[in-house]
């Protein structure tokens, strides 16, 4: 299994950007879904989290600027972030949990990070 963000970079205040996350390999279901992200020198914080039936949650820092969505058909979560600050400016890891097979548990697995870059 393995979860590949795309859609990071260097955008101006104020500016917008979409990040995008595809989980692929062998999967069976997945449950939640959910964007983190992590600054220089900061533990990794909680940006949002989506359920498999679209119910989502939102750090107090991103709402009104942030919206995530997924495409279950895709195995595909997106962070739409709008009006972006240089406090924004973080790596951006994507997270599911999910089932690899009828047998299995389910894991939480991470993608590797993307790197988005606001600056003023």
């Known amino acids: 299994v393995q979860l590949v963000e795309s859609g990071g970079g260097l955008v101006q205040a104020g500016g917008s950007l979409r990040l995008s996350c595809l989980a692929s390999?062998?999967?069976?279901?997945?449950?939640?879904m959910g964007w983190y992200r992590q600054a220089p020198g900061k533990q990794r914080e909680l940006v949002a989290t989506?359920?498999?039936?679209?119910?989502?949650n939102y750090a107090d820092s991103v709402k009104g600027r942030f919206t995530i969505s997924r495409d279950n058909a895709k195995n595909t979560v997106y962070l739409q972030m709008t009006s972006l600050k240089p406090e924004d400016t973080a790596v951006y890891y994507c997270?599911?949990?999910?089932?690899?097979?009828?047998?299995?548990?389910?894991?939480?697995?991470w993608g590797q990070g993307t790197q988005v870059t606001v600056s003023s």
């Open positions: 390999g062998s999967i069976l279901s997945i449950n939640d």
């Open positions: 989506i359920t498999r039936d679209s119910v989502t």
């Open positions: 997270d599911a949990d999910l089932r690899e097979g009828w047998f299995y548990s389910v894991n939480k697995y």
